[in-house]
Each structure stands twice: as structure tokens, then as C-alpha cells.
């Protein structure tokens, strides 16, 4: 029944792009959860009346994640080419993909953080200062957990950019179900290897929300 | 205890220099609840952030419980702290922490062990009242439990001062009354000293040995509560007092009463302690000949002893009543006259 909806599709081929495909996503997404954690809650820290406020750094670290966020991902990946090359030491595969999508992903993500973060009762930031609490306790007992259900709606909708942005991945031959559809699918003009890999974007699209939202509500006390 | 030094705070805005606190001095015993009073804008959270060192002073000194606060920083202001406590009027609780994780929030910082967190965090439940609420979260929570949290919270490490800043201005009446209560309580108990700011007036009255009053970033008045009600001396002190005398009903009904007697005095009597017991309105009726009318009559509670105040009518000959409010005066009673026919 499969076999005649849809006679071309190579389901050891359709497999492995899908396996490619959440293997780039999975990666870059944890990777991309950090980082912009990072760089989100140094944003955080540094702006006006925090506990580092200071107008060089923040402006420093604002003005590349603006940088970042801008450039179209298509041509983060040619421009990070040689990046690539010098970490990876290729720039076919999998995991030659993975600094683009992290770099131009996590800006993105940055940006949600400091939105969360920003949400966040300055009052309950004070208490903790007013209990003697220790920039570092303040991080990760205060700032993490008190805006934890914004940063996992957050790395959300990072995660499905992220399956979009693997799918892009495809033109330096990163593999995955973007390059599959392209390639097997458009170029050869087999239309059904193109809708089979569309339906399991959807179906991974579907999960990563699904499970994101599950998670959102069960942190979510207020 | 706490020592102020002429204190100066000026932020600088985008409008200009703003000065919040202006040359302030203060001195707070250990064991007393002090009450900062004023409006809104008058500097007083300015004031008290001023004493756990979320902000320095531009100029002056400020001393707790030894130490030079305005002065340290880093570990040794933040271990100063863990014995400096503050409640807020919104409490300011981790809504991503249960009761009893909130309270042992301060425990953890301070660096105390599990087992002994536990322990000590079951023993500041039932301090302030929330058996059966441990495990809720405080989006669970009345504000007055709420403000439990608060309190069990700032006591979790033994501190010596307890700051409040507006801490029941958020409350209903009745739930602003048991707050009290409790702070009352536990100042008893442990011997805090409690420094507690607030725009009420009946807040100071109910729990506050001594008071000072604040406006635009000056402390215009301070002494004893019973002092400062028997006798208010600046005007923004006298209607600070009058907020708890005086309800709008006998504002009314005294405007309707000048109406009613073109002649004699309208006075209001203060009496304080000792002396609320004492006969003195047949005396002055019997002596000096006067017609005394009683219009208004109430007794308060301060923490300082109870005080009475009468609005009373009196008339007739100029002299005699002359006579008869230096008679109370001889007798360390306060008139005030509020019209005269
Ligand atoms: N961080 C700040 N920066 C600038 N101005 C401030 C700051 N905090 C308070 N102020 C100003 O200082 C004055 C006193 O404020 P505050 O101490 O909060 O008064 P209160 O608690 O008596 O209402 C107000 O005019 C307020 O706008
Ligand atoms: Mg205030």
C-alpha cells in the first residue's frame, strides 16, 4: 500500500535523512540551550541597574547578537564556510552543519532569554541580594528557575527554527531530510520523496512542540 | 543597635540630581520597633534599603549592629546581611519554590547543611502559623500567608535586625491586625529589633515604641509613639495622628457641631496613662463654672501604654474657660483647641 503511494521513496535512505536530521537538531539545540543562556543572561546582567551593569559590555554583547540574528541563516552558512572547515575540519556531513546552525541560532535564543529574564520581579532579584546571596546563587537560584517555563517556550521555538535551518543545511551537503527533499525529491523530480520527507518534518515539528509545551506547563507554578 | 550619621542619598536622574534622603540621623536600640512614617516619595524605602547596603549612602555613615555597612561590600557585606533580614510589601517569594523551599532559600545560602535546613525550616513554620502549608506554592497562598512566608523567611538565619518596608500595606485590615501580631511576637520572643516603615498611622500605633516622621527625604519628628500622638509637632505629623482619631464621620460631625455652638470652645483633650483615670472633667465643671459638653470620645492602644483622646464643647465666661485649660495643662494633659465660638 506504502509501496504504490509513494513508489519512489527509499525508506533506508528516508531514514537515515530523518535520523540526520534529529541528530543536527538535537545537538544544536543543547548546544544553542547553553549559549544563549550564556550570552542572554550576560546581556541580562550588564544592562542598566543590574548587578553588572555596564554600558561597554552590554552594548558589545547586544551589538553582535543584533549582528548575528540579522544575517540571513543561507548566508551564515557560506560565510562560516572556512570557520567550519578549521573546526570540523570539513564542511560536508552532519556535523559540519552544526556551527552554523549554533552561531546562527543562538543569538536568537540569546534574545528570548533576556526577554525572560527581563520578566522576572526585580523585587524577588532584591530579596535574594537582601538574604546575601552570591551573583552566582542569584543565576541559577533565582534568575533559571524564576523564568524557567519563558526558556523552555523559548528554546521551543528555537528547536523547530533549528529543523528549518538543518533543512537549509542541505546546500553544503549536511545530509538530513531538507537535502533529501532537494536533491531525490525536487532535482530528479520524484514528488513523493518530497511529500514523504515533508511529513516527517512535521511529525519531528510536532514532538519538539509537543513535548515543550508539556514541559513549559509542568514548571510553570505561578 | 543601628546609627545613622548624617545620611545623604542623592541619585542622579536624567532630569538632574534627586535627593532622597537628606541629612538624616537616627538612633535605634536593640530590641525597640521603630517605625519610619511618611507619604509616598517621603524617602523612607530609601532609608531602610540604606541599612542592608542595596544602597549606599552619598555621604554619612550607617552602623549595624557594628558594622560599617556603608562601607564593606562583597563577603563581608553579604555575610552582614544574613543578620540584617528584610520583608517586602509584595513579598517578593520564588514562585518556582514551594513554602518550605522558599524559606530554606536563605538556609542554603548561608550554607547550612540538608538535614539541618529541614529542621530548622519546620521549626519557622510553626513559628509563624502555616503547619499544613508547606508543600503549596505562593500562587497558592493568601497575601497573609504570603507574608508568613515572608517573615519565616527573613527569621531563618537568626538575624538581629528585621527591616519591613511597607511590609503590610498589601494586606486587608484584619490580615494587616494578625501581621502585626506576629511581628509583635516575635520581636518578643527573640528580641529583634524591628525597623518597619509604612504610610499608616495606625500601624506605628499598634506595634511601635518609637516613630519618626519623614518628609521630602527629612526626618521632621521622632520620639516615643505615645509622646508623638499625645503631642504631634509638626503638621504633617498632626495629620498622620489625626488619620487614627479622627474618622471622617467626626470630621463631619465636629464641623456640624461649630455650626451649632456660635459661642465657647471646641477643644480635643489628650489624655495618656495615669491620667485617663482621673475625674478632671466634673473637676473643671465644679471649680470654674464652666458648661462642658462631651462630642467625641475614644481610647487607643499604642505599644507605649493606651491613650484617650475627648472632643468636648466648652462655654462660658472667656476667663473661666481660660482657667480651665490651664488647669489641664498644670496636669500634664495636651488641649488643643480645634474652634472657638
Ligand atoms: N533608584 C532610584 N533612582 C532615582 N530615583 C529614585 C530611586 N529610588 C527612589 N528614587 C526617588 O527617591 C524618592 C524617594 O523614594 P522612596 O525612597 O522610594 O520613597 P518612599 O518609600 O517613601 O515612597 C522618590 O522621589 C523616588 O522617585
Ligand atoms: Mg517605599
Redesign the pocket.
Known sequence: MVEQLFPNVNWDRMWQAAYETIYMTAVSTVITFILGLVIGILLFLTSPHQLWANKIANFITGSLVNIFRSIPFIVLIILLIPLTNLLVGTIRGTNAALPALIIGAAPFYARMVLIALREIDKGVIEAARSMGAKTSTIIFKVLIPESLPALISGITVTAIALVGYTAMSGIIGAGGLGQLAYIDGFQRDRSDVTQVATIIILVIVFIIQWIGDVITTKVDKR | MIQLSNITKI?K?KNGD?T?VRDVNLSIEQGEIFGII?Y???????LIRLLNGLEKPTSGEVIVSGEDIARISGGKLRQARQKISMIFQHFNLLWSRTVEENIAFPLEIAGVSKGERAARVQELIELVGLQGREKAYPSQLSGGQKQRVGIARALANNPEVLLCDEATSALDPETTEAILELLLDINKKLGLTIVLITHEMNVIRKICHRVAVMEAGQVVEQGQVLNVFQNPQATITKNFVSQVSDSSETKESIEQIIANYPTGKIVRVTFVGQSTKEPIMSQLIKRFDVEINILHGAISHTANGPYGTLIVHIDGAQGNIEEALHLLATNNIQTEVIARG
Do not use: D, Q
Open positions: 541619585y536622574t534627586l532622597a511618611g509616598s516619595g517621603a524617602g523612607k524605602s530609601t
